[in-house]
């Protein structure tokens, strides 16, 4: 496998870790969207939209974000280096 290869296939890795994450899924989406388009700013108005439809909670979201955000930073910069590299081979 040539280097180029190997790159690419360490991104496609990459791409996969990102898919599968927890801040990736449907649920999660879902819910930040309704957050920010939520314009009243009062937390239990938002929250009792969300667990109406069927989503996370702010606490469960909450949750969510602040265990997840060191690993899909890391994937997303792992991500761009191996971009970079890709792209000066």
Not at 1 to 10: D, I, S
Not at 23 to 37: G, H, K, N, P
């Amino acid at each position: 496998m040539t280097g180029a290869n190997a790159l690419r296939a360490q991104l496609e890795e990459v791409d996969a870790l990102i898919s599968a994450h927890p801040l990736a899924s449907q649920r999660i989406r879902a819910a930040d969207a309704m957050v920010d388009e939520c314009r009243s700013g009062d937390a239990a108005e938002i929250d009792e939209a969300l667990v109406a439809d069927g989503l996370p909670g702010v606490e469960e979201l909450g949750r969510a974000h602040a265990s997840g955000m060191w690993s899909w930073w890391r994937l997303h910069r792992r991500k761009m280096k191996l971009e970079k590299k890709i792209e000066r081979s």
